[in-house]
């Protein structure tokens, strides 16, 4: 960038192993360039420790720019110098850059050193002088320290970031966990884990459920398994000469209405009263225990 090509400022007090100079867009501040990423790492956190302020990264083989601000530039630039945390930041671009080129291709230019009340506008000060390319918001403010974000910069980042990681570009794509780390995932979850341990659910939260159930239709086959998993048998006796004879044992009342062509309130109705349906069929039900 331009601003390592400008001339030493006599009069600054500021004391920095970093080159000085003056800042073209405000004559009233100096701007610091660390002129080597890589060979200057302890003393960009020597120097800017308890200070905020905005900074710039500055690809030195491509001339793309990224534009930052801090509350606490130690603890951001202490980020940037650890090639683990950018490698977890995969959203980054200044990251991945970093990661791609080295830092000794960096260099590092302090645009100034202001209070954190007004670090949000004099980014975006920058932001409409630079244009940075690395940066994916050019709203200022978009990424501070604690990394919380407005629910609108949430959706812009949602928005920006749409279609890139799904299908062959998703992070679990093709991959298949192993039993130890499904019973890990599980440990996790249980008991005092599991985020709703020890809770009850509200009464509306409980009705929400209910309304939300009752618009679900389960398909045939679920029906059954869920029957048998109740372990309710209901048994249809026909009436012979010698007596009663099982014609049908069936997991619900609905399967042994269906079987006799006629409504399982029906059956239900002659399973509590006990009597005999047109003097010809009887009906008991049972609970089996489930087999493991």
């Known amino acids: 960038m331009f601003f390592r090509n400008y001339s030493y400022s006599t009069d600054s007090k500021i004391d920095t192993k970093g080159t000085i100079c003056n800042n073209p867009l405000d004559k009233e501040k100096n ?3 660390y002129n080597n990423v890589d060979e200057f790492k302890k003393d960009i956190l020597e120097e800017n420790k308890v200070r905020s302020g905005i900074y710039m990264f500055t690809n030195k083989e491509t001339k793309d720019i990224y534009i930052g601000q801090s509350k606490n530039l130690y ?14 930041e995969k959203n980054s671009r200044i990251g991945r850059a970093i990661l791609k080129y080295g830092y000794s ?6 645009l100034e050193y202001c209070d954190k009340e007004i670090l949000t506008a004099r ?11 690395y940066n994916i918001l050019r709203t200022a403010g978009a990424y501070v320290d604690v990394f919380t974000h407005s629910d609108e910069t949430k959706i812009k980042i949602r ?18 966990r192993s039993e130890e780390t499904k019973a890990l995932m599980s440990l996790k979850k249980s008991k005092s884990n599991n985020p709703l341990f020890g809770k009850d659910h509200s009464e509306e939260t409980k009705e929400l459920m209910r309304q ?9 086959e679920t029906k059954l398994l869920m029957s048998t998993k109740r ?16 014609i049908g044992s069936f997991t619900s009342a609905r399967q042994a209405a ?21 003097n010809k069929y009887k009906f008991k039900s049972q609970f089996v225990q489930e087999s493991k």
């Open 231 to 246: 372990g309710i048998i209901t048994e249809v006796y026909e009436k012979s000469e010698i007596g009663f004879k099982l």
């Open 123 to 133: 980014e975006q000060f920058y932001f409409d002088s630079l244009n940075p390319t």
């Open 159 to 176: 928005s920006s970031l749409k279609g890139i990681f799904v299908g062959e570009k998703a992070p679990w794509f093709g991959r298949k």
């Open 75 to 88: 603890n951001r630039f202490k980020n940037y110098l650890n090639p683990s945390y950018l490698r977890r």
């Open 258 to 278: 269906k079987f006799l062509g006629i409504s399982a309130s029906t059956i239900n109705k002659y399973l509590k009263s006990g009597e005999i349906l047109k």
């Open 212 to 220: 939300k159930a009752l618009g679900r239709k389960h398909s045939e």
């Open 105 to 110: 291709s960096f260099s590092l230019t302090i």
């Open 31 to 33: 701007i610091i360039v």
